[in-house]
């Protein structure tokens, strides 16, 4: 299974994109990256996803490389409200199991 | 609308005791999940429903049940937990097994 690499945390000013880069060199052409954040004790919410064209939102944009072996999620105007842990995953088979990693820890300072 | 209820919102519970959690949707989904997320860590998938029937278990121990009346609802009967099942308890939903899951807000529970 694919696997994700990203930072242990971020920081990012208020107004200022956020830049969440992640690795996963090992994807296989029919995963999915998929990207969702989880606010303090709460759900994990949906932010975007793709396969291998780049995709934009109202939320976010996701850049994937042409190799696809790394993406990056960028939030144009951080608020204090985006402050969050990011997960990247990579989705595997037909079932589209969602692999978890760690996750990225964005603090958004005023 | 990408809601997914859960209740409750705390539960705590003797090790004796049995208790269920509950997990609704009106979107018309036809896949569910349950997972399990300890501090600090990604949530741990355990199970999947697809079209009402079990998909997926995930090597869960027995005393977690889960259930499935209705293509709406998802149960997850607790009996004879542990301490160490504490955790946030998170439900999803998707169209199908290969569509974006959206997930609810979790059941905090603390098994004394």
């Known amino acids: 299974d694919a696997k994700t690499t990203q930072p242990t945390s971020m920081d990012c000013a208020e107004g200022r994109a956020a830049n969440l880069p992640c690795n996963h060199s090992?994807?296989?052409?029919?995963?999915?990256v998929y990207w969702y954040r989880q606010i303090h004790s709460q759900g994990p919410q949906y932010i975007i996803h793709?396969?291998?064209?780049?995709e934009t939102n109202e939320m976010a944009s996701l850049i994937i490389t042409e190799d696809r072996k790394s993406s990056t999620l960028i939030l144009p105007h951080a608020t204090l409200r985006d402050t969050a842990v990011y997960y990247c995953?990579?989705?595997?088979?037909?079932?589209?199991?969602?692999?978890w990693g760690l996750g990225t820890s964005l603090a958004v300072n005023p | 609308d990408t809601e997914v209820t859960q209740t409750p919102k705390h539960l705590v519970m003797g090790m004796t005791n049995k208790k269920s959690l509950k997990c609704e949707q009106h979107m018309g989904h036809r896949a569910m999940y349950w997972y399990k997320q300890k501090a600090k860590k990604p949530p741990e998938l355990m199970f999947v429903?697809?079209?009402?029937?079990?998909?997926i278990n995930e090597s869960v121990p027995s005393r977690f049940s889960p259930e499935c009346p209705n293509s709406s609802l998802l149960n997850l009967h607790l009996h004879a937990l542990q301490p160490e099942d504490s955790a946030l308890y998170l439900c999803?939903?998707?169209?199908?097994?290969?569509?974006?899951?959206?997930f609810g807000p979790g059941t905090r529970l603390l098994v004394l």
């Open positions: 090992t994807i296989s052409g029919n995963e999915y």
């Open positions: 995953i990579v989705t595997t088979g037909n079932n589209r199991k969602l692999i």
């Open positions: 999803a939903s998707s169209r199908n097994t290969q569509e974006t899951q959206y």
């Open positions: 429903y697809s079209y009402e029937k079990l998909s």
């Open positions: 793709g396969l291998k064209n780049n």
